[in-house]
């Protein structure tokens, strides 16, 4: 290893170790030795900052960073709330529709019913909270496959969501627009400040609460957690209730910067979320996954598509290159085995 | 022929991750003998015999058969030399019948080439289970509905398929009760006369000297020594396994008993066991042997509240309980190791601190939050205490040893201060000096006033360590002995019904 190396190693073990100071006890799902792949993210990161510097001139302005953080935001609580879920070996593929469910609910509530906003968005926040508990209901108490359920609800909650509005609702109130999506902090907007906040809770809940270390142990050997005198249903419930609640929260910041609610929103959202996990290092079937790993996962894919925007390339290619990273991604864990 | 050595392996080095596992191994063995490999966990015998059979390869050394020197890097190429083996972990597929699973790439097909001919199937598979002595099994039975021991039957036919000259039998009677492992014997005499060479591995002793010509001492990766049954007695052989005198295998102790911790009436579940009733008191051990399928991990189970009691009442410290769930039991102070540490006692892809604190996370939390200091300390005090080995906490639990990953299973209970132990199979697949310190920590335990319950198909364990022995067999408990009054004799005509 050449010193160079070694010190870049160094600078990330520390970034990560100061990072895992913050929550003492790891930054994974399962913690532990921590190897140069778990950091490989972190890598790939600077990689496509350093393309970015080279090839687009726009990219650096505080313009296009604080539109690549808000729609980070999206697909940054989607997989906060995936994760959890795949850490106790399941999957959600509804949280797609949830966050259409949400937008819609969200926007109606504003522009038909005149509800304050605040009430709105416990009312579309519940809606989520809602649609996780009966996956979760369904999954825990009945031991359905996950991706069953969850791909029976993808379709069913589309569905209400076009019960409820088939016609696009843009609420007028200007309010719901600029208080999320006002600067507050150089490039920060408030849904963005929502979204750092939420992954720092989630690294909170993960490591630092018994609900979360045991969701954790629950996707590494579900028996023994059961015959350790752990509610395993329960976890399971919760893990999917804040799948619903990512995902709702999701939908309400994004019809914040839309500004308008499609029923058809969200579509193909989970693809991404799984994506950002898996990049992250999570493992599907559970016993592995990082808060961290996915924070990276969700900027990594950020960052591809902004960039790819930027120096205009179509879409279809940044969809080929999306794939090659997660394959890149796995492989890479794969062979450090 | 028989007197040439038919396998020979030569400087056989191998190393995992800068650990030496084996440092240089000179192994040979003869056509038509049973040679029995011991050692401590990690002394290399797996990884030797691994490296035989393809699953590892070695870094250095050569293997010969019969003199010429063979190239083994696939178990693909180990099988068509004739080798195979059969590990503790078994290959089968669990949802395909006992036939096709024997038969597994080779079933037998009509004329029309990509048709089955099941009927042929069914009884060439039904011809390999009577081969090795198996019969009264529905070959058409899933294999998932078979007992363990069953599955290894299976597993050792669909072996022998290939008329191995070299089986490497891997803990063979962990999963087996006397009776199984009597006709496991018969098995292995008979592949010995169709001059065969078994290798034989096994933490039991007792075993090793009843079915081996030949037993090989490994230890940290060296081969220490090769000797005769009637060469050296099982204190010898522990001696060359540990370099050292372990002492008492289990500790004197006066029984100091106390109340009444746990009452078992009319205990029943229906399909499992009927009518159990026994009584365990505190500071006492008391021993529950049984023949695998006689129901005694049921009785544990149902105690538990891991599966429903269908009738009985339940008494602890005089109190009638009924705990719904692992969890209510463990809130009322009963513990459970269970007996595959693997498949429902150890979390693998976590640490040993999640492990170990995971039936006490609410002693060590406050609204949900965990005081994470607190937990630590609390952990590294029974890893210490333990001597777990290694001793960082957040070191996976796969990266340990068996007698380790035991350990911690033992850390988890000992840190709910449970006042009810049960126990099932605390030592299998664990080395002699673990088991020493396992005993050691139930003997202590038990003098502290806990009331343990020790399950075991280890006759010497139950023997040397109970206060009192419980017998059960086909669901309902045929017998109870005083430590006095047990015998091995007795203990085995009562678990099979013999009438003495």
Known sequence: MSIQQ??????FVGAA?????????????????????????????????????????????????????????????????????????????????????SAIVVSGMIQNQHLPLPVAILIALGVGGLAGAFNGFMISRFKLQPFIVTLATLGAI???????SQTPITPEDPSFRTIFGMPILGPFTLSIL??????????????????????????????????????????????????????????????????????????????????????????????GGSVIGTFGGVVILGLIDNLLNLLNVQSYYQQIFKGLIILFAVLARRKDK | MAETDFLVMRGIRKSFDGTQALKGVDFSA??????????????????????????????????LMDGTPVVINSPFAAHRLGIRAVYQEFSLVRHLSITENILLGQMPTRRLKWLVDWKLAHQQAAQKLAEIGFTGLNVRTQVARLSVSQQQMVEIAKAAVTRPRIW???????????????????????????????????????????????????????????????????????????????????????????????????????????????????????????????????????????????????????????????????????????????????????????????ATMNQVSRLGVLNVRKRDARVQEKVSELSIHPAQINRLVRQLSGGNQQKVILAKWLL??????????????????????????????????????????????????????????????????????????????CASGVVQ
């Open chain 1, 17 to 101: 170790n100061w990072l895992r100071s913050l929550f003492l006890g790891g930054t994974g799902g399962a913690d532990g030795k921590r190897r140069w792949i778990d950091y490989a993210f972190l890598g790939a990161f600077l990689l496509l900052l350093l393309v970015a510097a080279t090839m687009s001139d726009v990219f650096f302005t505080q313009r296009n960073i604080s539109n690549l953080l808000r729609q980070i935001v999206t697909n940054g609580l989607i997989s906060l709330g995936m994760l959890v879920v795949i850490v106790t070996g399941g999957i959600d593929l509804s949280v797609g529709p949830v966050v259409a469910f």
């Open chain 2, 416 to 493: 709910s201060e449970a006042r009810v132990l049960i126990l099932d199979e605390p030592t299998r697949g664990v080395d002699v000096a673990t088991k020493v310190e396992i005993y050691r920590l139930i003997s202590d335990l038990a003098d502290r006033g806990v009331g343990i319950l020790l399950i075991s198909s280890e006759l010497p364990e139950i023997l040397g360590m109970s206060d009192r022995a419980l017998v059960m067999r086909e669901g309902a408990l045929t017998g109870e002995f005083p430590r006095a009054q047990a015998s091995e004799e007795r203990l085995l005509a």
């Open chain 1, 6 to 11: 070694a010190k870049k190693s160094s600078i």
């Open chain 2, 168 to 358: 490497i039998l891997d803990e063979p009677s962990a999963v087996l009760s006397q009776e199984e492992l009597k006709r496991l014997f018969e098995l292995i005499q008979r592949l010995k006369q169709e001059s065969a060479l078994i290798l034989y591995i096994s933490h039991r002793l007792e075993e090793v000297f009843e079915v081996a010509d030949r037993i090989t001492v490994l230890k940290d990766g060296e081969l220490i020594g090769t000797v005769k049954p009637g060469e050296a007695d099982q204190n010898q052989l522990i001696k060359m396994m540990v370099g050292r005198d372990l002492g008492e295998l289990f500790p004197r102790r006066q029984p100091n008993l106390g109340e009444e911790a746990l009452a078992v009436r009319d205990f029943s579940r229906a399909g499992s066991f009927e009518k159990v009733s026994f009584s365990l008191r505190r500071g006492e051990i008391v021993g529950l042997f049984g023949l695998v399928g006689s129901g005694r991990t049921q009785v544990a189970r149902c105690i538990f509240g891991a599966d429903p009691p269908s009738a009985g009442e339940l008494r602890l410290e005089g109190k009638p309980v009924r705990p719904r769930s692992p969890r209510d039991a463990v809130r009322a102070g009963i513990a459970f190791l269970t007996e595959d540490r693997k498949r429902d006692g150890l979390v693998m892809s976590c640490s040993i601190r999640d492990n170990a604190s995971l």
């Open chain 1, 158 to 164: 589309r569905g209400l969501v076009y019960v409820y």
């Open chain 2, 30 to 63: 003869r056509l038509g003998e049973v040679h029995a490999i011991v050692g401590e966990n990690g002394a290399g015998k797996s990884t030797l015999m691994k490296v035989l059979a393809g699953a590892l390869r070695r870094d250095a050394g050569e293997i």
């Open chain 1, 194 to 287: 929502i979204m750092l906040v939420a992954f720092l809770v989630m690294l909170f809940f993960i490591n630092r609460t018994t609900a979360g270390r045991a969701i954790v142990a629950i996707g590494g050997n579900e028996e023994a957690v059961r015959l350790a005198g752990i509610n395993v249903r329960r976890h399971i419930l919760l893990a999917y209730i804040i799948s619903g609640l990512c995902a709702a929260l999701a939908g309400i910041l994004l019809a914040s910067r839309l500004g308008i609610a499609q029923p058809s929103l969200g579509v193909g959202f989970e693809l991404d979320a799984i994506a950002a996990c898996v990049i992250g290092g999570a493992i599907l079937g559970g016993g």
